[in-house]
């Protein structure tokens, strides 16, 4: 079993940053990639960011040359930094691992907020 768990969401301006934590426990070992969703009201989970245990990365369009995911293996530890928020950037986020199947364990979430 993995645990997540999820910090660093929050209220902030458009043009604003925040980072996003997630700390993972359990089986961490299993874990292959690991990556962030993010879900608006009203609408269906969307991939945000993925990371691989390499370090190889993946980002949704929408937020290529805003956000950067990054990984710290010692601390079984993943980020999301995002810069230059927008409103529509306003959802729960989620983290996620993929140890048995796509993305099979999943955190709480945190909501990120961008006001205008």
């Known amino acids: 079993q993995v645990q997540l768990v999820e910090s660093g969401g929050g209220l902030v301006r458009a043009g604003g940053s925040l980072r996003l934590s997630c700390a993972a426990s359990g089986s961490v070992f299993s874990i292959n990639s690991m990556g962030w969703f993010l879900q608006a009201p009203g609408k269906q989970r969307e991939l945000v960011a993925t990371?691989?245990?390499?370090?190889?990365?993946v980002y949704a369009d929408s937020v290529k040359g805003r956000f950067t995911i990054s990984r710290d293996n010692a601390k079984n530890t993943v980020y999301l930094e995002m810069n230059n928020l927008k409103p529509e950037d306003t959802a729960v986020y989620y983290c996620a691992a993929e140890v048995y199947a796509f993305y099979d364990y999943w955190g709480q979430g945190t909501q990120v907020t961008v006001s205008s």
């Open positions: 990371i691989t245990s390499g370090g190889s990365t």
